[in-house]
Nanobody, 119 residues
């Protein structure tokens, strides 16, 4: 049984920073962060391979967000800097057996953490 638990969301002013964490149980997977704003589809944010050697970002967050992982702690992080109001969404971490940016390819999901960026 794989469980993913996100934390670190909250309310921040535009230009501020937050760091999200995703604690995972079970074996090591390729991991991704996704987000979903009200009335919108879930969208890819960033992903990292199981070893941490390869990362990939959506264009909308490239240069502002950084995904990383600590396999000793079985935890994946998303450092979010220079936040904008359009980053407001529920953020989910997810685990996949192979590298992908498609939500449908991820086998396990957390319950999400709310990030709200005020202008």
């Amino acid at each position: 049984q794989v469980q993913l638990v996100e934390s670190g969301g909250g309310l921040v002013q535009a230009g501020g920073s937050l760091r999200l964490s995703c604690a995972a149980s079970g074996r090591t997977f390729n991991m991704g962060w996704f987000r979903q704003a009200p009335g919108k589809e879930r969208e890819f944010v960033a992903r990292i391979t199981w070893s941490g050697g390869l990362t990939y970002y959506a264009n909308s967050v490239k240069g502002r967000f950084t995904i990383s992982r600590d396999n000793a702690k079985n935890t994946v992080y998303l450092q979010m800097n220079s936040l904008k109001p359009e980053d407001t969404a529920v953020y989910y971490c997810a685990a996949a057996n192979f590298i992908s940016v498609r939500p449908s390819d991820y086998n396990y999901w957390g319950h999400g953490t709310q990030v709200t960026v005020s202008s």
